[in-house]
């Protein structure tokens, strides 16, 4: 990657969103009816929920920027041949596994070295109070996961980490148990799940931070318009941020309030960004976001608004390295199991640009610099990690020079494309 530190300018749209894309395929396959889930994204992670639920038996078919799914209805999956292959994507690992808990039929649920690698008890110490047969083959906690589909049990649940995919995964095996499922939550985390459940028709209601499932009512697919990926406009929207001359705008973006963390943060950082033709598709605000170069500040991002930006504390961090004074993050801890340990990969790529970082066990502490070099930096294939030194590249006086560059593919396919043509 060459250091020309260019202003970006020009329009982009990104593809669509990696959660609700993931979530569209899960409850299309398991409703009564034709699922339409248009502008979605084609990320390997995305490729891969498709993969486990036609392995199943569902009818899937891709057509130009749509996909749509045939479902089967919540009885009508079938046992996959082998075991379900879930690559890099912790969404559907863990997703999944709720539905599958719920199954007259066993499978075998596994991902790649990294997937291997995350914690798993998360989900099967839920869906084992629900009545679950899910183990660690391993007996680490990790995948491969063995689970023996049970007739379920509704639970409360009071979840000990902010998981969305442990929310979900709790909600989905609610679909097929018996009784009131409850879940409860000390901090907010993204809500795709609860709204997509609502329009597919479950009985689903949220107060606060408790949400209940009231089984028995069949899903019916829907017509859904994938709005964009914050989580991939969010290269973009630092990038402009940290790179003099900059003016852009990213159409079309999700801005779910349980995901927009990070133009809160950039806001407090005293970024010059405008929301435009703001509207609702699928439940989902939406909008257009100007973004023109700013003299960035440090602050504190901690609490609540973490899981409203996790994925996006690598990027926030690169901006921090090169803003004014310090900023602190805290309370990030679920960065150390993520594709990578991004607290680790973070901190080392940045500190060996020149960066002033101190690695914490839940965060950062970043005192911003003039300017950073350019460095080899390791990703571990971790495709936020690739992404966010990619927008470090823009601002150091050197070469940065990322040891995988594929890896983007999880979740951006055209990620380089766009960024080269909005440097154009
Ligand atoms: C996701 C939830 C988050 C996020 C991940 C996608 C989802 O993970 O980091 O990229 O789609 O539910 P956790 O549930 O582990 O917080």
Partial sequence: MSSENRPLSGTVTVPGDKSISHRAVMLGSISEGR?????????????????????????????????????????????????????????TTRIISGILAGQDFDTVLNGDDSIQKRPMKRVIEPLSLMGADIRSIKDNGCAPLSIHGRNLSGITYHMPVASAQVKSAILLAGLFAKGDTTVIEDVPSRNHTELMLKGFGADIETKGLVTTLHPGKELAGQEITVPGDISSAAYFIGAALITPGSDITVKNVGLNPTRDGIIRAFLAMGADITLMNEHETAGEKVADIRVRYSHLKGTVIEGDIIPALIDEIPLIAVAAAVSKGQTIIKDASELRVKESDRIELVSEGLKNMGADIVPKDDGFVINGVEKLHGADIRTQKDHRIAMSFSVAALVSDGPVVTDDSECVKISYPGFFEDLERLKA
């Fill in 35 to 91: 699922t339409v889930a248009r502008d979605f994204l084609f990320s390997e992670d995305c490729l891969s929920t498709i993969s486990c639920f036609r392995d199943m038996g569902v009818d899937i078919t891709i057509d130009g920027k749509d996909v749509i799914i045939d479902g089967v209805g919540l009885t009508g999956l079938k046992k996959p041949q082998k075991e379900l292959y879930t690559g890099n994507s912790g969404t």
